[in-house]
């Protein structure tokens, strides 16, 4: 009886599980029939999943070079930088993200409440680009394992540790690493070069699968520029220049020294400048332009030197020839003057002097010949150096000249030119006559800092013979050690040549005499010049005490008396 | 008699079981390496390591437990659930459990066990206890059951229950109490007294649901994926886009995309999804067809068995296992709501995986007892 039961009972047991297998099966139809619907023909899900691209190509970036000084000083270096993303749809609550985040990113935390808001429909939005690694470790502490809306994109940063120096020379890079300017803008293609690739996949949401098992190209870090500046000395400049531009309450200034035996430029100062970690928005500015090749003034009597050396050179004039001036000439329909009559004058005086009248009577005699050499000076064309913004001048062709012309183009008036082509033109008289190409990289180096280029001084031209360099040199040197010379230049122990220069801007068509640009070019030491040294003032006030001896010349000798107790002199 | 040709439902219960849990491990070294991304992980293969020591651990385990005769069982089965059910207390006083676990619907939930250097859940081994509590005391009855009894039985099963309701954790709860149910169902008790009870425990389930406003909010709100797909549909939307990424043939292993940053708990409460990206639908039906396998092997078992408490025991295990796949592959689809129920032997969760292993171990016994002499 009671086995019976047993049995019975373990009957019905078997009938039941019998019963709910089957059912079990019935679950299983319908969840495999589920599978299908959701893998296969669910429109919406389909919709999303048609709307992910699960692979695209990738660029890495490539590090972008460094540009460095002379001796190696960092001036413009690129860091690792992290680009915030978050993703609006799936950020539950953005004023918490928004307070989190917002003080260590420094936005306002309602701007990032906004930018949230604002792109609520998307997957992917930036928040910051490019902050540091230290702001996204704090950032990341906030990550938590079921908060994964937020990320950070690899990028870079360019930082300009010397802030404001030679910001219009470097000059900056756009958001996407590539130059806007200066250097960063002529030599972008070799400081940036050549970006990796790599296949990412991605989410549906765009999201990028942060795996990188398919690299196809390994990027290739950029070349740094090893430019021919030397940062101690432009920094002096920058100094000296800024103290007088305040000094003259003047609107800018340039400043340049030269190797003339090299051409190396070691110094290129332009004011006003910027801070070039923010210099994106001052880029477009023409104010805030390298005024060493961008200030198209016209040379006034700087340019005197030039045509003195293009007389001396056609045998014209000789350093002993004697000029007279009796205060005024008068040309065709017109009259130039000198303030004062100079007299019986040779070379050395009319330069000293800076006598327009022996000008005249100079460059009467030289005629068109003046425009050749203008010409072989490189004046009026651009300069074979590549440097971001330069000017090219404007020299008249003799044809358009009248018989004035002559007469004005003597003294430097009716052309205009950049303080880079005249400090060249100078060098090359410093230098024996010869013309060295203007240089501003002296190498490109890999990242590894293996040089990849050396450029080496090249001769642009001789321009006159070595007999005429010297005694352009001589003649420059006397005028200014001369006992009522530009004694405002002359420092103790080195012979220094030199030129002064003041002209009057040209606005509408005429000069006005209240806004002049003043000019001191000068060498040194005179007899074996080893630096040149170009210094502007644009518009120092007030304008009838503003003259290249007033103005100009006591900030190249305070440039020369720095480098004369910090740098190598050969006397 | 002559022995029967071909492989033993014992032989064929083992290897499914290992196949399984190797594919399994499978699957977590593919979800869980990301976690250098996700969380920041810095030992990236630290799951996996865990998760494979736990397999070994539970293969030994379950290969020791096909040895163990059932008379054990039976005598074991009242104190193993009084064991189970005295965890599921400790595991909510303060010192003992884990903290910062959310249950589904956000609330601070006390699951973890703390046990020196690892954490295990209780409600896993709870599982285990009730159902070789009911199926024992179900074998007693031999087709005379009163109401009263039914009571009582249902008293028991509720035991364990309230202590993971309290917890808490609704899911398993209630998945306990099926399960309990079902036991008692398939050991006989008569038809009517589920009538009889069915209205009321549908009454106190609403109840329930309705006490919590959040849970109420999910499960109703888990069939508007496509209406809210950035907040409460967002899990399963993630889940359905992995899915239908998959295709038939898949992306290919740790191909998948989704379980990075947009599919949450890819390792756990979502791994089908991942196994759907990444091997496609013919894998995906091949798990399905695996537990299926293991229901009718399980089933099979129980019909050959000699004695009810046998016959009940292989037929829940089989059910158990059974189910809880089912109703985590219905959370990927969007049938049920994200509770967080694993997929025995591929989900992370190295305690639960020695568990299951174990419990197969004990189905494995009945399997060879059950051949032994048909």
Known sequence: MKKARKLQHHATVKIRVILAGFFMTLLTIFIIFALLQVSLFNPVVKLYVQGADPETVRTILARRGQILDRNGNILAESVDAHSLWVNPRALKDPEMFASLVGPIIEIPEQQIIDLIHANSERFFVYVRRKITTSQMQDILQFRRPRNFDFGFEPDQRREYPKNRSAASLIGCVGTD???????????????????????????????????????????????????????????????????????????????????????????????????LNQGARFIENPNYFNKAVSMNFEPGSVFKTIIAASALEEGVLSPMTMLNCTGSVRIADARVQCMIPHGEQNLADILRNS????????????????????????????????????????????????????????????????????????????????????????????????????????????????????????????????????????????????????????????????????????????????????????EPRPSHEAYGATVAAPIFKEIVQWMQSHMLLTQ | ?????????????????????????????????????????????????????????????????????????????????????????????????????????????????????????????????????????????????????????????????????????????????????????IGGTPVKYFVLTLVPVLIGGLVVLSRSDRLMGRIISYQNVFQDPANSGYQVLQSFIAIARGGWFGQGLNRGSQKFYSLPEAQTDFVFAVICEEFGLLVSFFVIFAFCMLLFLALKVSIKSKDSFSSILSAMIGFHLFLQAMLHIAVTLGIAPPTGIPLPFISIGGTALVVYLAEVGILLRLAKKAEANP
């Not at chain 2, 920041?40 to 390591?49: A, C, I, Q």
């Not at chain 2, 285990?128 to 059951?145: A, E």
Request: glycine share 8%; aromatic share 12%; charged share 15%.
């Open chain 1, 355 to 538: 006598c327009n009248v022996g000008f005249v009577e100079i460059g009467m005699k030289m005629r068109e010949r003046m425009h050749r050499y203008a010409m072989r000076f490189n004046l009026g064309s651009a300069l074979p150096i590549r440097i971001f913004g330069q000017e090219r001048g404007i020299v008249p062709t003799p044809e358009k000249w009248h018989e004035t012309t002559y007469a004005t183009f003597s003294f430097g008036q009716g052309l205009t030119a950049t303080p880079l082509q005249i400090i060249t033109s100078y060098a090359a008289l410093a230098n024996d006559g010869k013309m060295m190409k203007p240089m501003i990289i002296r190498e490109l180096r890999d990242h590894l800092g293996h040089p990849v280029e050396i450029f080496e001084p090249t001769l642009m031209r001789s321009i006159v013979s070595s007999q005429t360099a010297r005694e352009i040199k001589l003649a420059l040197r006397n005028s200014i050690h001369h006992p009522r010379g530009t004694h405002q230049a002359v420092v103790e122990g080195i012979s220094i040549a030199g030129k002064t220069g003041t002209a009057k801007k040209v606005v509408d068509g005429r000069y006005v005499d209240d806004r002049v640009v003043t000019s001191f070019v000068g060498f040194f030491p005179a007899e074996n010049p080893q630096y040149v040294i170009l210094v502007s003032l644009d």
């Open chain 1, 177 to 275: 690493n590539s130059g806007l300017s200066g250097l960063e803008f002529t030599f972008n293609e070799e400081l940036n070069g050549i970006p990796g690739k790599q296949i990412v996949y991605q989410t549906f949401a765009g999201d990028r699968v942060p795996y990188s098992s398919d690299l196809i190209q390994k990027p290739m870090p950029g070349y740094s520029l090893l430019t021919t500046i030397d940062y101690t000395l432009q920094n002096i400049v920058e100094g000296i220049l800024e103290k007088h531009i305040h000094r003259w309450n003047a609107v800018g200034g340039v400043a340049v020294v030269m190797d003339p035996g090299t051409g190396e430029i070691l110094c290129m100062a332009s004011r006003p400048t910027f801070d």
């Open chain 2, 1 to 185: 008699m002559t022995k029967k040709k071909g492989i033993s439902i014992h032989d064929l219960l083992f290897w499914l079981i290992i196949f399984l849990t190797i594919f399994g491990l499978l699957m977590s070294l593919s979800t869980t390496a990301t976690s250098y991304f996700t969380i920041g992980s810095v030992l990236p293969f630290r799951e996996f390591t865990k998760q494979a020591l736990f397999a070994f651990i539970g293969i030994l385990l379950m290969i020791f437990m096909s040895r163990i005769p059932m008379r054990f069982w039976k005598k074991m089965a009242l104190p193993f659930f009084l064991l189970s059910c005295f965890l599921l207390v400790v595991v909510l006083i303060p010192p003992f459990y884990v903290e910062g676990i959310y249950n589904e619907a956000g609330e601070a939930a006390r699951r973890w066990l703390r046990a020196g250097f690892f954490s295990f859940q209780p409600s896993e081994l709870a599982k285990l206890g009730l159902i070789l509590m009911v199926s024992y005391i179900m074998s007693l009855f031999k087709g005379r059951m009163k109401l009263g009894d039914f009571f009582k039985i249902l008293l028991w099963i509720l035991v364990p229950v309230f202590l993971i309701y309290v917890a808490p954790d609704f899911s398993t709860a209630a998945f306990l109490l099926f399960l309990g149910m079902l036991a008692m169902a």
